[in-house]
């Protein structure tokens, strides 16, 4: 079982930057497939950015440029780091992993921590 916390959400200004951390507890944090994901009230889960075991790289066409996912395997840490943050960035944000990456939808993780609420305002 691997167990991810997520933490650094706040309430922000349009405009301003946030970084999230995600711990993990697994040993194993470097093979995983990891990835970021977004839900706003009435609104799917989507993804926002995706890092492979190989670091390679996902974003979603409206977060490249802006958003930037990396790890520290030492500290077992994802983080996401959000700049030029806009209202339509608010909401839940997810941390989850997967022993492979598949498309960066959903439902191809299998392990997710409880979500840190990011709230841009205009």
């Known amino acids: 079982q691997v167990q991810l916390v997520e933490s650094g959400g706040d309430s922000v200004q349009a405009g301003g930057s946030l970084r999230l951390s995600c711990w993990s507890s697994?040993?194993?944090?470097?093979?995983?497939?990891l990835g970021w994901f977004r839900q706003a009230p009435g609104k799917e889960r989507e993804g926002v950015a995706g890092?492979?075991?190989?670091?390679?790289?996902w974003y979603a066409d409206s977060e490249k440029g802006r958003f930037t996912i990396s790890k520290d395997n030492a500290k077992n840490t994802l983080y996401l780091q959000m700049n030029s943050l806009k209202p339509a960035d608010s909401g839940m944000y997810y941390c989850a992993a997967a022993p492979v990456c598949g498309s960066y939808d959903s439902n191809d993780f299998s392990y997710w921590g409880q979500g840190t609420q990011v709230t841009v305002s205009s």
């Open positions: 697994t040993d194993n944090f470097s093979t995983y497939c």
């Open positions: 890092l492979d075991s190989d670091d390679t790289t």
